[in-house]
């Protein structure tokens, strides 16, 4: 249950909410509550809940805590405490909230078994391994943003890269409903480079691991000391025809197709058919 000190409407751990304090919404109010709940090691439940009222108690039958908080003005979107109250429960929001410094200026940040003991030892709070999971993955989302803002900003993030790279050459390709389908990236000193390095380019693609998933294709040359030198990135959608047919096309506009140039992949048969495609001067050569 929630323990005050003498007033009753301020926590150990010095938050108050007495009657008439009020939030810009209700959604700083329920992190706040959540906050302190959290603290004192204790949850709530809602009674009632509305656009204009929410109405919360103590989840122990003993306890008689309860707390009512209503909009000031019916048009407004800031809420008043008019009965008194105090908790926290541990969400995976106000976990990943806690902990997402420990993600700044870091590679990786704490695993879910790292975030349980964040919130055991810091927050004085026992979460599941799912729980601390999804405060993880909220943490990269509030540091990195969602996918989905990722995938919105490559227009203008390639619009930066070729004013500040010259040179530079990007694509984006959508589909008929205007979603992202594929990308491809060339800096403008690898493509000067290319001139001094072997004409042996390898091309080669892997999946990745994200939400959307995707296959990243990649074409790298090799220089005077047997070194990769690369070339080009592209992100599509799988390895199969359609998609290495364009990744390739771009590729061509960049480096050419002369019959000194050498193409080495594996031996997937859909790259073999776009190189096909595409390249009609240049060699092909798949590995072992």
């Avoid at 900003?153 to 992202?180: A, Q």
């Avoid at 072997?198 to 990745?208: A, C, E, S």
């Avoid at 939400?211 to 992100?235: E, H, M, S």
Wanted: proline share 3%; glycine share 8%; net charge positive.
């Amino acid at each position: 249950m929630p323990t005050t000190e003498a007033s009753d409407s301020t926590f150990r751990d010095g938050s108050d909410l007495h009657e008439g304090k009020y939030f810009n919404t209700k959604k700083d109010l329920k992190r706040k509550l959540s906050d302190i709940a959290m603290k004192g090691n204790f949850e709530f439940r809602t009674r009632k809940s509305n656009q204009s009222l929410w109405v919360i108690e103590c989840i122990d039958p003993n306890c008689s805590w309860r707390l009512r908080v209503s909009k000031i003005v019916p048009k407004s979107t800031k809420f008043v405490i008019r009965k008194n109250a105090n908790h926290r429960q541990a969400t995976y929001v106000v976990i990943g909230e806690q902990v997402a410094p420990q993600y700044v200026g870091v590679e990786k940040g704490p695993g879910p078994k790292g975030v349980q003991t964040f919130a055991r030892t810091k927050l004085g709070a026992q979460i599941s391994y799912y729980k601390a999971w999804r405060g993880r993955k909220h943490v990269h989302t509030l540091i990195k943003g969602s996918p989905e803002q990722s995938f919105h900003i490559f227009p203008s993030y390639f619009h930066m890269i070729e004013k500040l790279n010259l040179g530079t050459v990007t694509r984006i390709e959508v589909d008929g409903e205007s979603r992202f389908k594929y990308l491809f990236l060339a800096f403008g000193v690898s493509i000067r480079g290319f001139r001094y390095m072997r004409k042996v380019v390898g091309i080669y693609g892997t999946f990745l691991k994200g939400q959307y998933r995707g296959v990243l294709l990649v074409a790298t040359a090799q220089d005077g000391n047997g070194q990769y030198y690369p070339l080009a990135w592209g992100i599509v959608d799988s390895e199969n025809e359609d998609a290495w047919t364009w990744f390739l096309t771009q590729l061509k506009e960049v480096i050419g197709d002369t019959d000194e140039l050498a193409l080495i992949s594996d031996r997937v048969l859909s790259i073999k058919k776009a190189i096909s495609i595409v390249f009609e001067k240049a060699h092909h050569g798949a590995c072992a």
